[in-house]
């Protein structure tokens, strides 16, 4: 009797396992997209290289057949990949595909017949294990996959005490860790098992740190984004850099910019970078600042990378610091500024609701910039050197010769421009780029996060300029042989000699969708080559096709919704449940595939695409919470 209850609990638990493994709740194998999916193709090509350094992208790899569901295919990709490379690989390379391969078994666990599961649950701790000794257990990406994997796991694998060393391993080490995104699935997963053990204070206290709102989450999160109506995006936990100790501070975190400022080398000044969005944000920047290094000396001066609405937002509350603050900016800022007002966009999840236009309507700089210059400021050189390529056309590189650091604004922003603007300039974004190598600064320190961690030297930045120089070209010849947008994505452009330089690999992904889409806008009419732009269809009158025409019902429209998301057309899904909520306004069911639809299209551009990562939480008032910082995390 004693055997049969053990066996009837170890059923109980695999079955437990695969419906909750990584908060997926993936209950059956998906059918095969319909729609093509840029990301994962360009992923699995530069994966079967064999040539990747970067390790987030193997992991990247991973989630993306995650995100669309289509686990069974992953893992027999990762196994090919290992396989074929046995002789190749590193002890570490291995190490990290395997803990990408365990981490997608661990997913995949209920999509395997019922009786060979225990099975599987061993076999994916066994690879998950061999990952862990190829790599001397000091990776942070293998840790992160066993740590949680295992906190998942029933107890009757005994897998729980190894789990809680390897997630909190990690999180004392979050700084060998693609970034500080990974937290949140860290903090997740330890307020799980606190939770499963009853200990609801530490559960609660660790869910408030992952930025989760309880334990029913739908999709994995490792993206250090974060986005609400009330305070807008940020792209990092709040925390204050020395980038030269007692000279040059970074905060980020604080809103959605970046804010620099540098004390003169006399001492008696202190000079601003940009000011951010809005004056409150500002001010809590600023006050952070001073209240860490409370001897630092007035701020006298600011300089502006560029005059978008969240460079120059701030700058009354730094105006009402001093009276007599100088503000340097291009002199053609005007034009940017009249271009930023008129903008039809709802930013409150980008800049926050306390965000208004009039912000920018203030903006008065000082001294108007129009040529190379030298200005020295309480003994400290800096160079301003205008640009007009890459985002704006106000631009302006900002340059300390003496410490070799370069102040780089938005520049190379992936959209080259803001994407609700027609601006931007992608020869002006390669002159700049040719403006920056020339400096070979040690430090190029932009006006996001991201920014700064992706594009972060000289010689990245001259390779990664060869490979959209060649994409360019091909998009071009593209525009001009009438071929329609989708048709370029689809081709899934990649340059032949990339895998030479494998450091441009992440920036030119994070690149290619926006760069395309941009040449595209500005060598195309609003009559396109694919009919689009040629009618105004409403939203409503496309869906009458369905419903008018085609006698498509409601329950059928939502059954194809949830279908599509469960094959990985998440595209796919979003469209066609904003048209159908179109025809049918009041339906719950179809307002619940809406929003399945698009959490999983935050999950799935969550690390390359912060942008639509706003868009998508905006359309179904889904907030990411900003991560906190644990007193566990060593800098």
Not at 83 to 92: A, I, L, M, R
Not at 163 to 169: G, H, K, S, Y
Not at 227 to 236: A, I, L, R, V
Not at 592 to 600: A, D, M, P
Request: hydrophobic share 40%; proline share 4%; glycine share 8%.
């Amino acid at each position: 009797m004693k055997n049969k209850t053990f066996l009837f609990t170890l059923i109980l638990s695999i079955t437990y396992f695969g419906l909750i493994t990584l908060g997926l709740g993936t209950k059956t194998a998906a059918a095969g997209t319909r729609t093509f999916n840029a990301e994962l193709e360009y992923l699995k090509s530069i994966n079967s290289s064999g040539t990747v350094e970067e390790p987030q992208l193997i992991y990247l790899l991973a989630a993306q057949y995650m995100n669309i569901n289509h686990h069974l295919d992953g893992i027999e990709f990762f196994e090919k990949i290992i396989d074929e490379n046995e002789d190749n690989f590193s002890p570490t390379k291995k190490a990290l595909y395997l803990g990408a391969l365990g981490l997608i078994r661990g997913a995949a666990a209920n999509q395997i017949p019922f009786l060979n599961r225990i099975g599987w649950v061993n076999e994916t701790i066994s690879i998950l294990e061999t990952a862990r000794l190829l790599s001397g257990n000091n990776l942070f990406l293998v840790r992160w996959s066993t740590g949680i994997v295992y906190a998942q796991l029933p107890e009757i694998f005994q897998k729980r005490d190894t789990a809680f060393n390897d997630l909190n391993w990690c999180i004392e080490n979050i700084s060998i860790a693609p970034h500080y995104g990974w937290l949140r699935e860290l903090y997740y997963h330890l307020g799980f098992i606190f939770d499963e053990e009853d200990d609801q204070d530490k559960a609660q206290e660790y869910l408030d740190l992952s930025g989760y709102k309880d334990f029913e989450k739908k999709i994995i999160l490792t993206t250090s984004n974060s986005t609400n109506g009330k305070n807008g995006s940020t792209f990092h936990p709040k925390r204050l850099l020395q980038i030269i100790p007692d000279k040059v501070f970074a905060l980020t975190g604080f809103e959605f910019t970046e804010f620099y400022f540098i004390v003169t080398d006399d001492g008696n000044e202190l000079i601003a970078i940009d000011t951010g969005t809005r004056p409150d944000s500002a001010q809590e920047a600023y006050e952070h600042l001073i209240d860490q290094f409370p001897g630092l000396p007035q701020l006298t001066t600011i300089f502006i990378t560029h005059s978008h609405w969240d460079h120059i937002g701030g700058y009354k509350f730094f105006k009402g610091l001093n009276p007599d603050i100088t503000v340097y900016a291009r002199e053609n800022f005007h034009t940017e500024v009249e271009r930023d007002i008129n903008v039809p966009v709802n930013f409150d999840y980008f800049f926050g609701s306390d965000f208004k236009i009039e912000f920018l309507t203030d903006f008065a700089p000082d001294i108007l910039i129009d040529d190379n210059r030298e200005i020295e400021i309480g003994g400290t050189l800096f160079q301003t050197l205008p640009i007009s390529g890459g985002e704006t056309e106000d631009g302006m590189l900002i340059y300390l010769p003496e410490d070799s650091i370069l102040f780089a604004g938005d520049f190379i922003m992936p959209y080259i421009g803001a994407p609700f603007l027609e601006e931007g300039n992608i020869h002006g974004l390669f002159q700049s780029i040719d403006i920056v190598v020339g400096l070979n600064p040690n430090h190029i320190l932009h006006g996001h996060e991201g920014l700064t961690r992706i594009f972060n030297s000289p010689a990245l930045l001259a390779n990664l300029k060869l490979n959209l120089e060649w994409l360019n070209g091909q998009v071009l010849n593209g525009v001009q042989g009438g071929e329609a947008r989708p048709t370029l994505h689809h081709k899934n452009l990649i340059p032949p000699f990339i895998n030479e330089t494998p450091e441009v690999h992440l920036p030119y992904l994070v690149l290619r969708e926006n760069f395309i889409n941009r040449i595209y806008d500005q060598n195309v009419g609003y009559w396109q080559p694919d009919l689009k732009g040629m009618d105004y269809l409403s939203q409503r009158e496309i869906a009458s096709a369905f419903t008018d025409y085609l006698a498509v019902t409601e329950k059928q429209l939502a059954d194809a919704i949830k279908s599509m998301v469960k094959s990985g057309d998440h595209e796919l899904a979003g469209w066609l449940s904003i048209i159908s909520l179109a025809q049918f306004p009041e339906s719950e069911r179809l307002k619940r595939e809406k929003v399945s639809s698009f959490l999983k299209l935050k999950e799935k551009y969550q690390e390359f695409n912060p942008f639509k990562f706003v868009i998508y939480s905006e359309v179904i008032d889904d907030e990411t919470l900003q991560l906190e910082i644990s007193a566990m995390v060593q800098e």
